[in-house]
């Protein structure tokens, strides 16, 4: 019996050793099959050369979040952390201020005083931005978001804030003198 055992064991260990060098013969097969392709460029692969060249985003790509304004410049964001609530990661913290009529940052009866995202909790499942009744959040295609400090990924209102467009410019060709100053270079 002791040896019926030992014999099987030593089969065993022989099976064991030939499945594992049949296992690295095929990972090695597909190795060289894939560097022959590449060099003799039957299926040659589409290397994109980053920095200067950028890959074609999907369509429904999200990553980095915006605060958007109106067009003239107030913000969408009225504070009412709806998308604070929607988020699974609960990387959204918002805190609400009212309006006033000399301080109006929003069209409503108040604004985000404090918003803040921490962007290594966040998922980009967009479930804020689907909460967000004015569609003051939004994610963009800006997929550039690598820093070296923890406390660089913790973006502020400042940071996620449009910048406010600028004021319309009169072009230089339909400014006429004022009366006074031809009545002074007549005089």
């Not at 060098?21 to 090695?28: D, E, L, N, P, V």
């Not at 589409?46 to 950028?54: A, D, H, K, L």
Request: aromatic residues 10%; proline residues 6%; hydrophobic residues 35%.
């Amino acid at each position: 019996m002791g040896f019926l055992t030992r014999l099987n064991a030593l089969k065993n260990q022989a099976g064991a050793t030939v499945g594992g060098a049949k296992a690295i013969a095929i990972g090695m097969g597909i190795t060289l099959r894939h560097y022959v392709e590449q060099q003799l460029k039957l299926k040659p692969s589409g290397t994109v050369q980053y920095p200067e060249e950028r890959r074609e985003q999907y369509p429904r790509t999200r990553w980095r979040h915006y605060l958007t304004r109106y067009d003239d410049g107030l913000e969408k964001c009225i504070g009412c952390s709806l998308c604070a609530g929607a988020c699974p990661a609960r990387c959204i913290y918002v805190e609400a201020a009212d309006n006033t009529d000399e301080a109006r940052y929003s069209p409503g009866e108040r604004y985000a005083a404090r918003y803040e995202i921490n962007m290594l909790r966040c998922v980009f499942c967009g479930y804020c931005q689907d909460a967000c009744p004015t569609g003051a959040i939004v994610l963009r295609k800006d997929f550039e978001l690598a820093d070296y400090d923890r406390l660089d990924f913790l973006y502020t209102k400042e940071m996620l804030l449009e910048p406010a467009p600028l004021a319309p410019t009169v072009p230089a060709s339909s400014i006429r003198p004022v009366e006074r100053e031809l009545e002074a270079a007549k005089g």
